[in-house]
């Protein structure tokens, strides 16, 4: 039986906290090692995984600074990630009752996210975790000017295909936007939802505003203002706070799919809104490792989010 969950907001004072358990993703973008190179974290367990391709760029600074600060190293693809995370969350199970563990997701791929909630809930079955998430806003590069074909289009995993008691309902479809051109547009037509509501970043990169407006100008003239929500990347909360409100309220008449394109940060949200309700599906709309590796550098700006999984939360 899944465990409970409550989301809350990330301490102002995240670093000054002990962590039982500190999770990274060793890819090929700085940014991949940013979170923890910037600050100086109390951790008493530390783990990197890679993601056993596309081993270019940084990756390989990456895995040398891991190595370097202790971090219990690995490469494995998505299919055995949930069996990587399940041999890292031992180094908890015989700890305190409560224990902590920082998540740093800035250049973790959406299906490893929701593996990682799914084993929050399903795997630490006698204690409650307070999970920090983080993430490093990526500083400003442009968009690539072509893209791969999209090869998969569907739910990020199996626990997030939206368990429709009423499948024959109208279809809504609440996407996130990024600045990659016209991949949100196509997404939304091959669902060919009954209604669709976008979800706008801002952040205190305004060279991102500009490139989201001209990737997704169809798009956004094709949707009335009145369902469009402008969210701020540096209040992950309230943008929780308000798509779990709307999808709340849509699943009364319609059956749900978040399509969370855009920061991480969002994919979060859409992933925890998944998590607590099975009737909303999450999708992911993927080259599936084509595309081409762009390195991301962190922007010194973190922000993230604190979620509780528990029998008493």
Known sequence: MPRLLS??????NWTDETYDLAIAAIGYEQRARAVFESHSLDVKAKAACGFNRQEVLEYSRNLEWFRAENF???????YDYPLWLDEALKVIHSARQRTKVLVDISSLTR?????????????????????????????????????????????????????????????????????EQDK?????????ADEIWLFRP???????????EEA????????????????RVQDPLACFVKLESLVQGLSRESNVVLLPFGPKIFALC????????????VWRV???????????????????????FGSTT
Request: with cysteine.
């Open 270 to 281: 859409s992933l925890l809104v998944g998590a607590m309700d099975t009737q909303v599906a």
């Open 7 to 12: 989301v809350g907001e990330f301490p102002s």
């Open 111 to 179: 299906v490893r996210i929701a593996n990682l909630i799914s084993a929050f809930r399903r795997i630490l079955t006698d204690q409650d975790v307070d999970a920090y998430f983080v993430y490093s806003l990526a500083a400003f590069t442009p968009p690539l000017t072509e893209q791969p074909p999209n090869t998969h289009v569907g739910p990020v995993t199996h626990e997030f295909a939206g368990w429709w008691s009423e499948p024959d309902r109208a279809l809504s479809a609440v996407v996130g936007l990024g600045y």
């Open 216 to 231: 997704n100008g169809t798009l956004l003239r094709a949707t009335g203002l009145d369902k469009q929500f402008l969210y």
């Open 72 to 78: 219990a190293t690995a490469s494995v693809d998505d």
């Open 202 to 212: 801002k952040s205190k990169i305004s060279e991102y505003s500009v490139a989201l």
């Open 184 to 192: 949100a547009l196509g997404a939304v037509e091959h669902l060919q």
């Open 286 to 308: 993927s080259a599936q490792g084509d595309e081409e590796p762009v390195n991301r550098k962190g922007s010194g700006y973190c922000y993230g989010l604190r979620v509780t």
